[in-house]
């Protein structure tokens, strides 16, 4: 499925949480390889999240959070995990990118928690850092034993099963064909979020540190410190402003889409950003919808999660909402009016059929029948080679590939809206697409009610 996601997508997001049992971090290590073989992906460059962006965690986060760890749920229910345990499941996966474990909580947390959960999360990323500083030394040592020693010629298995993490496991099966661009969009933390969306502000090189401390940022696993603070603005600068000094590669300005008023995420984002080195990407986790994803983006976030593809395919909906402004907005005045029409277009389109200005519902009996593709116009796979009217059979028998095929549409149109809002970057009209995209999801709220 992911191949077919090609050339848009680069990389695959996990929730390292989900690798605590079946299979263990203990039971991937004892296969000898990496995540990206065990899945069959080994060209694919891997962020690894402390949360799974599908699961509401709203009522679980902070849950039996103490000083040594926090609550996780996974696939068959939750547990304990402290950062020992989490950095067990990352040098079992070895992502090429990850998040430390973080101490998340409600977005109605009280100030008192908040604190403890910005302090807490403080303590776990420094345990993570000595963590891998430890077992850098550690692979340090043995390269260099292979290298003295009698077979150094050939280097020898294990030295290079452990060199492999270092250099990066998808660079290493890439090597042969597009190392150098893979290595630079790498260091450049563009590469690597399944739902990426490399535009907003900052997100630069971070490869021009120099010594030796900056280059060891940039040895996979690269870490992206976690930003916390919940709806206090004040807590969101002071963990910024202690994770800024961290020798890490970039941030990931955690704790959002728990809960919290979403009319406060401007001035939390703008908050913690404003403390961050320009020169280092942020990845946005938590804030998943279309108009929360342009918010980020206006607000300087380089990368985010893809937890909202995946749950439009979990409901059977093909996405469509608009992705590119029209070339014609240029005349002010002209443009909402522009967006009503078209809004009120695509409206009465799809108003008898299970579909809105947004998505398109596959469950609807409207479509048992229909030889269209899922999106009208839309170059994906599923849509060149299928029909609505075969993933409505797919749905309504419960076969796998109704999920494959939506979630091949979701995630091409997903990633179309970041190119277009990547385009809007380069030609310096982010404000201006901005403007539009609000004005056309408004307009196409009131006429018709969401679904
Ligand atoms: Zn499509």
Known sequence: MMEKLRPQAQGIQINAMQFLKQPSAAQLTKTGVSLHH????????????????????????????????????????GQMVTPSDYMDVIEAVQPEIFVPIADEVPGDASRKRTVQSVDRTLQWLDACLARLSGVRREQQ??????????????????????????????????EQDEQPAKRQRLEQGTDGGGGDGSGG?????????GGVAAQAMLEPPLVLAPVMGSRFPEERVRSAKAVASKPVAGF??????????????????????????????????GMATPEEALEGVVQGADL???????HATLNGYAL??????????????????AAAAAAEGAAAAGAQAGADDSKVNLWSLEYSTDK????????????RNHTRAYVHHLLHTHEMLA????????????????????????????????AWFKERRRAARELQDPL
């Open 403 to 434: 999920s494959v095929l939506l979630e091949i549409h979701n995630t091409h149109w997903w990633l179309g809206f970041f190119e277009s809002m990547r385009e809007a970057v380069v030609a310096g009209q982010l404000g201006e697409y901005a």
């Open 320 to 337: 469509s909402f608009p992705q590119r402004m029209p070339a014609s907005n240029d005349e002010s005045g002209e443009g909402a009016a």
């Open 252 to 285: 990931a300005l955690c704790g959002f889409g728990m809960g919290e008023d979403a009319a406060l995420h401007p001035q939390l984002l703008s908050a913690a950003v404003a403390e961050l080195p320009a020169d280092k990407p942020r990845l946005l986790l």
């Open 141 to 174: 040592h043995h390269v260099r034993h292979h290298q003295e020693g009698a077979d150094g010629q050939q280097g020898g298995d294990a030295a290079e099963q452990q060199q492999r993490w270092r250099r990066g496991d998808a660079d290493a099966a890439a």
């Open 201 to 209: 502000g900052g997100g630069g090189s971070v490869g021009d540190k």
């Open 372 to 383: 269209a593709p899922l999106v009208e116009g839309c170059t994906c796979f599923a849509c």
């Open 304 to 310: 985010f999660d893809c937890g909202y593809p995946t």
């Open 38 to 77: 065990f899945i069959g992906a080994p060209r694919w460059p891997m962020l690894a999240t402390n949360r799974d962006p599908t699961l509401q965690e709203y009522g679980t986060a902070g849950k039996s959070a103490n000083n040594n760890g926090c609550y996780a749920i996974i696939h068959s229910g």
